[in-house]
């Protein structure tokens, strides 16, 4: 096949008068047409998948990062009424249950007094009041009980928010697997196993690296603020919605709530996506 095409080429180029050209330069003629025939072609091609890709990131973008100049949240619920089906998609997703406050329904791991060992600690995880604790190695080194105030994702692995001084909340290290006992999940692990960590290392759930205020939380929840205050080195983290709702990625819907509730005959139209309607 290559072979029969130079063949061709050469025959072509045979019957051809030869253009002019700096007999110093290396290309050969014929060559040259075919090499500007090839990078003409690329160009076209790599032009053509930009502009390919553009389009579709532009349609995802249209439904997803709305201009919100001067909006404000107003909450996932606020949304049902009008679009039950996406709602009722939504609902009980990974997204709804990126952070949830721990309770009898939301946490999945096993707190009736289960052990799990690790860098020569026996962690013990039980409940007191209906709350939630576990047992283990804090901030020193010193084993106490700590409080799990919140349940941090959810499948294929649940993981725990323990509250420390200064408004932190930490990733607890030991995870609950919770796929099924078939899949080898219902069972505590480490998420470190062969490290080995103690307080003072930034991966203990102690240490900087489990922060979630500033290592996780933005991704969780829905319109989250930090507000750290470096004097004091404290955090005071807030959030509109607990978990990812619609909003966190649709945007603030405030002024797409007011067009959409206005009679059909009085929406202006001009804008079809509506979202930046005042
Ligand atoms: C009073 C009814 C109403 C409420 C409440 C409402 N919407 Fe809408 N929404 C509409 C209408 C009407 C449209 C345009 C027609 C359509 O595509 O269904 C629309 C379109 C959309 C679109 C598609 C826009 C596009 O670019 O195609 C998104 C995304 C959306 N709404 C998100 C939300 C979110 C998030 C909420 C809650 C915070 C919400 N809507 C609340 C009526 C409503
Ligand atoms: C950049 C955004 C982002 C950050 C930062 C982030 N997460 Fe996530 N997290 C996600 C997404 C997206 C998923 C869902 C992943 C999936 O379903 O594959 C997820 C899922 C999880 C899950 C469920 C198990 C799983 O693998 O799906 C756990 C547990 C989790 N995250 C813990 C954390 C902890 C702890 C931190 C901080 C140390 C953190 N995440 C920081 C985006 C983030
Ligand atoms: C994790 C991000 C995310 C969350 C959370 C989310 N959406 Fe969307 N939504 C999208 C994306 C991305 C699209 C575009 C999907 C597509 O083009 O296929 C979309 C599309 C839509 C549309 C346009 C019609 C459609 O189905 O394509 C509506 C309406 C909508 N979402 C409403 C909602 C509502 C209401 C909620 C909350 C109950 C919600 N969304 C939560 C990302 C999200």
Not at 8 to 37: E, F, I, M, T
Not at 135 to 157: C, H, M, N, Q, W
């Amino acid at each position: 096949m290559a072979k029969r095409t130079a063949g061709k080429n050469q025959q072509r180029a045979g019957s051809r008068p030869v253009p002019l050209v700096d007999p110093a330069s290396s290309v050969k003629p014929q060559a040259a047409r075919y090499l500007w025939l090839a990078v003409a072609s690329m160009l076209i091609v790599a032009l053509g998948l930009t502009w390919y890709f553009n389009r579709a990131e532009q349609a995802v973008e249209a439904a997803v990062v709305k201009p919100t100049v001067n909006a404000s949240y107003v909450g996932g619920k606020r949304c049902i009424s009008c679009h039950a089906d996406q709602a009722k998609a939504w609902s009980g997703s990974d997204h709804d249950l990126a952070m949830q406050v721990a309770n009898e329904k939301t946490v999945l791991g096993n707190f009736d007094n289960a052990h799990f060992s690790y860098a020569d600690v026996s962690s013990r995880f039980f409940k007191r009041d209906g709350r939630f604790f576990v047992s283990t190695d804090g901030p020193r080194g010193v084993v106490a009980d700590f409080e799990i105030k919140y349940t941090f994702g959810v499948r294929p692995l649940q993981q725990y928010l323990i509250e420390l001084p200064g408004g932190r909340l930490q990733a607890f290290g030991i995870a609950w697997d919770a796929r099924t006992r078939e899949q080898g999940g219902q069972r505590w692990f480490h998420l470190y196993p062969k490290d080995a960590l103690k307080a003072g290392d930034a991966l203990h759930w102690t240490g900087v690296n489990q922060n979630w205020n500033f290592m996780c939380s933005e991704c969780h929840s829905t319109a989250l603020a930090k507000n750290y205050d470096s004097k004091n080195e404290t955090f005071n983290t807030t959030w509109k919605e607990i978990n990812v709702s619609c909003e966190a990625c649709h945007g603030p819907a405030s002024s797409h709530l007011a067009w959409a509730e206005k009679p059909k005959t009085e929406r202006d139209t001009s804008s079809e996506k509506a979202w930046s309607m005042p």
